[in-house]
């Protein structure tokens, strides 16, 4: 019994979640969607934020690739990208159902999640530009230096 309630939940929420992706891929406007203070809506607006962070990283990313300018780090850099987009979406799916919330509600907590995330990885890669920058301004330095900026990005604690 406790598994078909859950089953039942997971499919709710991967249900909400459908929905809300499609609603930010069709452009529509939280105010003009939902009602105010609604999960839907809440989620909406979070997730027009946290595309907005992943854009501005995207951007923040192209700079720093060009100034590596190694490909095989650059692809390790990529690949490191995927795996931390793939973080995000199972850790924040989790945290959504895990509040034990009804409704449209997990779906709110799950994009919450992603926008804290998007926010912090957004804010760290800003830093690690601005590293990068400043090591530029040496002499002599390494694309490997320049990795060492990027280690702020990436979520873990380096001994």
Not at 13 to 18: C, D, E, P, Q, R
Not at 135 to 146: D, G, M, N, T
Not at 149 to 158: A, D, G, M, P, S
Request: charged fraction near 25%; include cysteine.
């Amino acid at each position: 019994m406790i598994e078909i309630d859950r089953c039942k939940k997971e499919f709710l929420v991967s249900l909400a979640y459908l929905l809300l992706l499609s609603l930010t891929m069709t452009s529509v406007k939280a105010e003009e969607g939902w009602p105010q203070g609604s999960a839907l809506q809440e989620a909406t607006l979070l997730s027009e934020e946290a595309h907005g962070y992943e854009k501005k990283t995207d951007a923040l990313m192209r700079t720093i690739y060009t100034k590596i300018n190694d490909k095989t780090l650059n692809e390790d850099i990529k690949a490191q990208i995927t795996a931390w987009h793939q973080y995000k979406k199972a850790v924040c799916a989790l945290i959504g159902t895990s509040t034990g919330a009804g409704g449209s509600w997990p779906v709110a907590h799950t994009v919450r999640c992603e926008k804290g995330l998007s926010y912090d990885r957004y804010f760290a890669t800003k830093n690690a530009l601005q590293c990068i920058n400043r090591l530029e301004k040496q002499k002599y330095i390494s694309p490997h230096e320049k990795i060492d900026c990027l280690k702020q990005t990436f979520n873990i604690k380096l001994f």
